[in-house]
């Protein structure tokens, strides 16, 4: 190294002094005279230069030559590669820089210079572990995948390169839309480096997309462990997971396993609204009333919801309208002044044929939250009430077009889902599904639970004429599937 230094010293200086020895003889305009040994030579200033570049050369050529019987000096040492490291010196010196022009040219964006720099530094350099990388993203940058995937692939035989090859060809798999190949790509990657961030939120997104909850679960249990996640979005995510297991036992029907599993991923968020609606599922049909009551009740208090309410109307089917309301009351006394919960008890009123009663719980809803729901109820307690044929035809107008309340919304791009789901089927958001009021007006009404006690013990249309039966001939339920056809 510091013969090297002072090669470059010594060669810079030589040119600086030739140059300035040059400038002051073109300028003078006279010739060079040297003598030397009794004889005397004289040389224009063209002749003089030339002289001086001729020089130059010799003392590079003698410090090649230099250089090569020091080579030859260390290989009769024994060191048996000096020789070839000594011819090969250049040719390195232009990999290197061929290898790092193109990872210029690759940050830059210049990706044909990029490839064309890293195809011409795997040539001079013969060192595959440091140029494939550098080719193999050049090529997917310049569009040229097979290329790319075969440099990815001569990746994969060296150990400091393997993580980095798989996750290459994962990349390349994932753009191709192979899901399964790709997620055996993942998991190699996941056991390589089971603390990177980004291969862990990609392997538990194609674990969701296959439907390997279990799988998912444990690589969330990772993400937890290294500290990319707070305890509380870990407990609700495992939740959602924990639910999409139990989901698909109870189709398997293995329903007790599916029960422990739908109760545990309860356990895990209760305000969870779809875990606690089949964990009171499973707690009914296993006969546990009381256990199932509790659960709903509870998930009730957190967030008041339609599917909660069509869960607790399963606990007993076969009730008679006073009985399901007085039943009821319990959910309803959990969040008296809640939207939901007045809806909920306007529409149980409706099925008891209280109509006077349903319309003082309904109350202000119609001017303060005027939705399509609210609107369906209030045109059932107008025809309850006998009114005019005109007064229920405008709620139910007013039904069609009034907005249709909260949706299971997606908070990441917006989408609005009939169903909860643990992936947003427009953007493959994770766990983004949201119960609220969405930013269009104009919107698909999520379930048909809304209307559950009307559509399970609807109440009975007042007797009419023949004459008015073509006119008054549509009952509650009627206007609920308006309703949902208005959407």
């Known amino acids: 190294m510091i013969w090297t230094l002072l090669k470059a010293l010594l060669f810079f200086t030589l040119i600086a002094a030739i140059t300035w020895g040059a400038s002051l003889l073109l300028e003078s305009g006279e010739g060079l005279r040297i003598a030397a040994a009794g004889y005397e030579f004289t040389l224009g200033p063209l002749q003089a230069v030339i002289g001086l570049l001729l020089?130059?050369?010799?003392?590079?050529?003698?410090?090649?030559?230099?250089?090569?019987?020091?080579?030859?000096?260390?290989?009769?040492?024994?060191?048996?590669?000096?020789?070839?490291?000594?011819?090969?010196?250049?040719?390195?010196?232009?990999?290197?820089?061929?290898?790092?022009?193109?990872?210029?040219?690759?940050?830059?964006?210049?990706?044909?210079?990029?490839?064309?720099?890293?195809?011409?530094?795997?040539?001079?350099?013969?060192?595959?572990?440091?140029?494939?990388?550098?080719?193999?993203?050049?090529?997917?940058?310049?569009?040229?995948?097979?290329?790319?995937?075969?440099a990815y692939k001569a990746l994969l035989d060296h150990e400091g390169t393997r993580f980095v090859a798989i996750k290459g060809l994962l990349g390349q798999k994932i753009a191709e839309g192979d899901r399964e190949t790709a997620l055996k790509l993942a998991e190699k990657a996941f056991a390589l480096k089971p603390k990177h961030a980004e291969t862990q939120d990609i392997l538990l997104k194609l674990q969701a997309e296959q439907q390997d909850w279990k799988g998912a679960r444990g690589t969330l249990e990772a993400k937890r462990r290294s500290g990319d996640l707070s305890k509380d979005v870990f407990r609700r995510r495992d939740a959602v997971l924990a639910l999409q297991e139990a989901r698909v036992v109870m189709e398997a029907g293995s329903s007790i396993e599916a029960r422990e599993a739908a109760i545990a991923a309860n356990k895990l968020s209760p305000d969870l609204v779809p875990a606690a609606a089949m964990a009171g599922r499973s707690l009914a049909l296993a006969g546990d009333a009381k256990g199932a009551t509790r659960v709903l009740k509870k998930a009730w208090e957190a967030q008041p919801h339609p599917d909660l309410a069509a869960a607790f109307a399963e606990i007993a089917p076969e009730e008679t309208p006073a009985q399901r309301l007085k039943r009821f009351k319990v959910l309803i006394d959990a969040r008296p002044d809640h939207s939901e919960s007045r809806l909920l008890h306007t529409e149980l009123l409706i099925a008891a044929e209280d109509f006077p009663g349903a319309r003082r719980v309904l109350g202000d809803l119609p001017e303060t939250a005027p939705t399509g729901r609210v609107m369906a109820l209030r045109a059932a307690i107008a025809r309850g009430e006998g009114a005019d044929e005109a007064e229920v035809r405008g709620w139910m107008a007013r039904a069609l077009t009034a907005p249709r309340g909260p949706q299971w919304c997606c908070d990441k791009c917006q989408a609005i889902h009939a169903q909860w789901g643990p992936i947003c089927d427009n953007c493959g958001g994770f766990d983004t599904l949201s119960w609220r009021e969405p930013p269009q007006s104009e919107t698909m009404t999520p379930t048909g639970a809304e209307m559950l006690p009307l559509l399970v013990n609807p109440p009975k249309p007042p007797e009419v004429k023949p004459a008015e039966a073509e006119v008054i001939d549509a009952t509650p339920v009627d206007l609920a599937e308006i309703a949902r056809r208005g959407t």
């Open 55 to 150: 020089i130059v050369l010799g003392l590079w050529l003698a410090l090649k030559l230099i250089g090569l019987v020091l080579a030859i000096l260390r290989f009769a040492a024994g060191d048996e590669t000096a020789i070839s490291r000594y011819f090969d010196r250049n040719r390195e010196r232009k990999g290197y820089a061929a290898l790092a022009e193109g990872m210029v040219a690759l940050a830059s964006g210049e990706n044909r210079v990029a490839l064309s720099r890293a195809l011409k530094a795997e040539k001079l350099l013969g060192r595959p572990d440091l140029t494939n990388l550098l080719v193999a993203q050049a090529s997917e940058a310049a569009g040229d995948h097979a290329r790319a995937q075969t």
